[in-house]
């Protein structure tokens, strides 16, 4: 038995997200049923992040376990060409050690939210960003987001159907910058609640707008109610950049 680590990149939309769902498609699934066509075995994906529904990845990091004697090269080539009609790609797939995971062993996880600031529609980025046709302070958004760097409860930026054990969590770093028409929002942290990426950026557009302060911002979080968040961003803009691990 051979553990290959595998680093994608998909396009999120035509999946009900990363983890294998009964009622529609799942990049799990697809890669799972890949590896099957090529090894003939039953296997198990097991990813570093679990992203929704929409959701995309520019370097997800998963890995899987394969019985049948085939190199690493071999098996990125194949995966690839079982693949060729779906909106993901084997980036690079590497022999480890049987005792890394890619889930428990991963020390870090980055996101990029990406938001179009402009009034004309999006021809080329419609599903890939969120865009917003009201002029953003992106300045004041990077200075309320620095409220939310560190340990804090994050139960208004929680998801409802959020499975994680404590709604407390450590933001590493959350950083919002502008490029022209472009903001881009950049989150870290060991590990993130479901949906609190998303919800994050919400309530910086709502500042970036004027229509939430930092003081707005802050009561949010303070209150640790979901029924306080002023609104959830869509999943579109949301690209898993990353995982991190030691050595």
């Not at 929409?54 to 394969?66: P, T």
């Not at 004041?140 to 929680?158: S, Y």
């Not at 404590?166 to 490029?179: E, F, I, M, W």
Request: proline share 4%.
């Amino acid at each position: 038995m051979t553990r290959f680590r595998l680093t994608i990149e998909y396009d999120g939309r035509p999946y009900m997200g990363w983890q294998r769902q009964p009622h529609g498609p799942s990049i799990q699934q697809a890669i799972e049923e890949a590896c099957t066509g090529i090894t003939g075995e039953e296997v198990l994906v097991y990813g570093a992040g679990r992203t929704d529904s929409g959701v995309h990845a520019v370097a997800m990091a998963a890995h899987v376990d394969i019985a049948k004697e085939i190199d690493a090269f071999r098996l990125g080539e194949g995966l690839n060409a079982k693949l060729r009609d779906e909106p993901i790609a084997i980036l690079d797939c590497e022999e480890v050690t049987d005792d890394w995971h890619a889930r428990f062993d991963c020390i870090g996880r980055r996101y990029l939210y990406r938001i179009v600031n402009r009034r004309a529609p999006l021809a080329l980025e419609n599903g890939r960003a969120w865009r917003i046709p009201q002029r953003l302070d992106e300045a004041a958004m990077h200075e309320a987001a620095q409220l939310l760097v560190g340990k804090h409860d994050f139960t208004t930026f929680r998801s409802a159907h959020c499975q994680s054990d404590s709604p407390v969590k450590t933001l590493g770093s959350l950083a919002v910058q502008r490029d022209g028409d472009a903001v881009r929002v950049h989150a870290a942290a060991r590990s993130f609640l479901h949906h609190q990426v998303r919800s994050m950026v919400g309530c910086l557009a709502l500042v970036g707008m004027g229509r939430w302060s930092a003081d707005d911002l802050q009561a949010a979080l303070d209150a640790a109610d979901r029924n306080r968040l002023g609104l959830n961003a869509p999943p579109d803009g949301l690209y898993f950049l990353g995982a991190d691990y030691a050595g």
